[in-house]
């Protein structure tokens, strides 16, 4: 299991507050390096080099004992910039080592090493999905990529929030602790390059100015806001996003579903339950490169893609055709609504897609 986020949260700048204490001790004590250095090419006199000042620096810092290469019999100016010196490195020296084992102790530099981690990975994503907000429906969202193979990547606020993600879900995915709001963590998330992005934090209004920015870094993208008040929708709409979906509005319609077609409903939750197969209602879109263009149905048919189930075909002048005959032809730019796979997805994507 991954470690603990609880004790502190993981984000650029918690990570940069924790750390700064060990960062000024640091410089502390090469602060006071330096001034020993001086200090004994000082009282050392003519003749003493930089390297017996950095010596009898180190071997006072140290409290190691060894032969001083600066002669302080006799030099009571020496004596008492030593004496000095040894208050001064040794308070230093505790202060430097109990914030350094603080960072260690606390796992902060553990959690430095799993943003860096993070990061590296998310660098790499391409044609992924953003989600931004990890509370009850981003974690459906989550378990709903991961069940069917889909990259994605996730911004949460709360670090804490992060780890019970982790704990509930059984495994660990790409995820950055940061504001989703904010410009900077999407485009760590690289939403230059990702093909859709799911606002769905818990208030309206954080919604929108995510789906405004997240339009703005990215035009192509198709972005999914979550709404709970449906006065809000054309607000969405008007800031980018390309489907606003309502919480009330889908569990209203779920409540009536179960009243009159509840064998319908049964059948689809059992289709999203099955974790092994991950039998989805999926759609791609024929490319104008694809061997699929100017092809027919019955052609798709034969190709012989484990699990393919042809349910319906959008036309490019938005006409629907539901089960399909085997002689309807696929132009470039029709949707083709299926069930299947992910390994189902994957084939016909590659050839939808073309070269």
């Known amino acids: 299991m991954p470690f603990d986020l609880k004790s502190l949260s993981i984000t650029r700048g918690g990570l940069v507050s924790a750390s700064r204490p060990t960062l000024r001790a640091l410089l502390l004590l090469l602060g006071v390096f330096a001034f020993g250095t001086s200090g004994y090419l000082f009282v050392g006199g ?11 620096t180190v071997i006072t810092l140290t409290t190691v004992g060894y032969e001083e290469s600066i002669e302080l019999t006799g030099n009571p100016t020496g004596r008492i910039f030593t004496m000095g010196l040894l208050v001064l490195g040794v308070g230093t020296f505790l202060y430097f ?7 260690l102790v606390e796992g ?11 990061l590296r990975k998310t660098h790499r994503l391409n044609e992924h999905t953003i989600i931004c907000g990890g509370g009850d429906t981003g974690k459906h969202v989550i378990k709903e990529l991961l069940d069917t193979s ?5 911004i949460e606020q709360d670090a804490e929030r992060i780890q019970e993600l982790y704990t509930q879900l059984g495994q660990e995915f790409l995820a950055i602790s940061g504001d989703a709001t904010e410009d900077e963590s999407l485009l760590e998330a690289r939403i230059e390059t990702a093909r859709g992005v799911v606002a769905c934090i818990s208030n309206d209004r954080d919604n929108l100015v995510v789906t405004f920015s997240a339009r703005h870094l990215n035009p192509s993208a198709r972005i999914v806001t979550r709404c709970v008040n449906l006065a809000d929708q054309a607000k969405l709409r008007r800031a980018g996003a390309d489907a606003v979906v309502s919480p009330d509005l889908v569990g209203g319609m779920r409540l009536v579903s179960e009243l009159v077609r509840p064998t319908v409903v049964s059948f689809l939750d059992l289709m999203l339950r099955e974790e092994h197969e991950g039998l989805r209602v999926e759609q791609v879109t024929i490319a104008d490169d694809s061997t699929l263009a100017n092809a027919n149905v019955g052609a798709l048919r034969g190709r012989g893609i484990e699990g393919l189930l042809v349910v319906a075909v959008r036309t490019t002048t938005g006409a629907w055709h539901y089960n399909p005959r085997d002689d309807m032809t696929l132009t470039a730019g029709a949707a083709v609504v299926y069930m299947g796979t992910p390994a189902t997805v994957h084939a016909l994507e590659k050839l939808a897609q073309g070269t």
């Open 46 to 56: 003519e003749g003493t080099s930089l390297l017996d000042a950095t010596y009898m």
């Open 97 to 103: 080592f109990s914030n350094v084992t603080a960072l």
């Open 108 to 118: 902060t530099l553990d959690r430095m090493f799993w943003r860096t981690r993070m």
């Open 150 to 154: 889909r990259p994605f990547v996730l």
